[in-house]
């Protein structure tokens, strides 16, 4: 009879330990281990060059090192790079690399598919179809980071929940996997320089609140006119901005850290005078700086990008309102590695 193996990398340190002492060896072999499995990122049991052979045969009898694969790497005119990284069952997320010339910023995946419902979201059609484990966002970082050692001659210096997925809907994984790479056993990055979008789950934002994280929020409003934002992203019916922007009030009292709201501006969507006051209304609820993101179409005629004037105006009001705000162009748009064009076509 076969045994079916464990996936080594689901245990935390202290169960490692105890896995070493159960097996009449000392708790110390487990920290080795750890180590070797996520400060070094070894792929295979016999890497462990500082554990005996006959250790490293019973791991190999018990246990498997479920490491995703990168299995195609596209690389866009701008330096965009775009992994289509192939999971142990098979099935494939995204993961983007974004150089500029200060810094570099990984663009990661919490799940295969989405939980949630954006019309102009490409991700969204995938449906979810399962969350990631921590692990298999940890590693899309390394990825990332071998990546920009290789292509830009420096590690990653920042990390963006942004690709595939909600990552409040997959919240234990995703703040394990930060856990991991924030840790000095793991990538040792500053929880400063990792951003986590959400779509906006209210719970989950308190939840976060409470567990006092300290890395940074970001929240893709688009709209803050009810009525328009549950036609473009339905579960808006469910969370409405009054639930969010309680949610972000608590945020704000608890951790007196900035939230950042992303927005696209669409033509006869959300490209009224109306729109943009209803905006910066929400904007004043708790301190916050804006990002007004390109719209990047997904071949579907629904939603086209708003005019240049309409996206002045938006610039405008919120600038004579005191509120800071970046307009980010697309990055990668030519190798469907932009915002909400995630959805394995590669
Ligand atoms: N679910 C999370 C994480 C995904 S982030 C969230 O919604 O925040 C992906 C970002 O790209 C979000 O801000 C999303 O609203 C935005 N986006 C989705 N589709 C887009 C598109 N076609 N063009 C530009 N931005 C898009």
């Given at each position: 009879?076969?045994?079916?193996?464990?996936?080594?990398?689901a245990l935390?340190?202290?169960?490692?330990?105890?896995?070493f002492?159960?097996?009449?060896?000392?708790?110390?072999?487990?920290?080795?281990?750890?180590?070797w499995?996520?400060?070094?990122?070894?792929?295979?049991?016999?890497?462990?060059?500082?554990?005996s052979?006959?250790?490293?045969?019973?791991?190999?009898?018990?246990f498997?090192?479920?490491?995703?694969?990168?299995d195609?790497?596209?690389?866009?005119?701008d330096?965009?790079?775009?992994?289509?990284?192939r999971?142990?069952?098979?099935?494939?997320?995204?993961?983007?690399l974004?150089?500029?010339?200060?810094?570099?910023?990984?663009?990661?995946s919490s799940?295969?598919?989405?939980?949630?419902?954006?019309?102009?979201?490409?991700?969204?059609r995938?449906?979810r179809?399962?969350?990631?484990?921590?692990d298999?966002?940890?590693?899309?970082?390394?990825?990332?980071?071998?990546?920009?050692?290789?292509?830009?001659?420096?590690?990653?210096?920042?990390?963006?929940?942004?690709?595939?997925?909600?990552?409040?809907?997959?919240?234990?994984n995703?703040?394990?996997?930060?856990?991991?790479?924030?840790?000095?056993?793991g990538?040792?990055?500053?929880?400063?320089?990792?951003?986590?979008?959400?779509?906006?789950?209210?719970?989950?934002?308190?939840?976060?609140a409470?567990d006092?994280?300290?890395?940074?929020?970001a929240?893709?409003?688009?709209?803050?006119?009810?009525?328009?934002?549950t036609?473009?992203?339905?579960?808006?019916e469910?969370f409405?901005?009054?639930?969010?922007k309680?949610?972000l009030?608590?945020?704000?009292?608890?951790?007196?850290?900035?939230?950042?709201?992303e927005?696209?501006?669409?033509?006869?969507?959300?490209?009224?005078?109306?729109?943009?006051?209803?905006?910066v209304?929400?904007?004043?609820?708790?301190?916050?700086?804006v990002n007004?993101?390109?719209?990047?179409?997904?071949?579907?005629?629904?939603?086209?990008q708003?005019?240049?004037?309409?996206?002045?105006?938006?610039?405008?009001?919120?600038?004579?309102n005191?509120?800071?705000?970046n307009?980010r162009?697309?990055?990668?748009?030519?190798?469907?590695?932009?915002?909400?064009?995630?959805?394995?076509?590669?």
């Amino acid at each position: 009879m076969e045994i079916k193996k464990k996936d080594i990398r689901a245990l935390t340190k202290e169960q490692l330990r105890d896995f070493f002492v159960k097996q009449g060896d000392k708790a110390f072999r487990g920290n080795q281990v750890y180590e070797w499995l996520w400060q070094k990122s070894a792929h295979n049991f016999e890497d462990m060059t500082n554990v005996s052979k006959e250790t490293r045969q019973m791991l190999e009898d018990n246990f498997v090192i479920n490491h995703i694969k990168v299995d195609t790497m596209q690389r866009s005119n701008d330096g965009t790079v775009k992994n289509a990284v192939r999971l142990h069952d098979g099935l494939i997320v995204e993961s983007v690399l974004i150089p500029t010339t200060t810094r570099t910023t990984a663009c990661v995946s919490s799940q295969v598919g989405c939980s949630l419902d954006c019309k102009f979201c490409a991700t969204a059609r995938l449906k979810r179809m399962r969350n990631l484990n921590p692990d298999e966002i940890y590693d899309q970082v390394v990825a990332i980071d071998n990546e920009s050692k290789l292509y830009y001659n420096r590690p990653l210096s920042n990390i963006v929940f942004m690709g595939m997925g909600e990552p409040l809907m997959n919240y234990n994984n995703v703040i394990k996997a930060i856990d991991k790479i924030t840790s000095p056993e793991g990538l040792g990055m500053s929880p400063k320089r990792i951003t986590l979008s959400t779509s906006g789950v209210p719970k989950m934002i308190k939840k976060m609140a409470d567990d006092a994280v300290k890395f940074n929020l970001a929240v893709s409003l688009h709209s803050a006119i009810d009525e328009v934002r549950t036609t473009i992203m339905p579960f808006n019916e469910t969370f409405p901005l009054k639930d969010l922007k309680e949610s972000l009030e608590y945020w704000y009292a608890k951790t007196k850290r900035k939230i950042s709201y992303e927005y696209v501006v669409w033509k006869g969507i959300n490209d009224t005078q109306k729109d943009i006051d209803a905006f910066v209304k929400f904007c004043k609820y708790v301190p916050c700086k804006v990002n007004i993101i390109e719209y990047n179409p997904i071949d579907d005629g629904d939603f086209q990008q708003a005019t240049n004037q309409a996206l002045e105006d938006y610039i405008n009001t919120l600038e004579k309102n005191r509120i800071v705000v970046n307009v980010r162009r697309s990055r990668g748009k030519d190798i469907d590695a932009a915002c909400g064009q995630l959805a394995n076509k590669s």
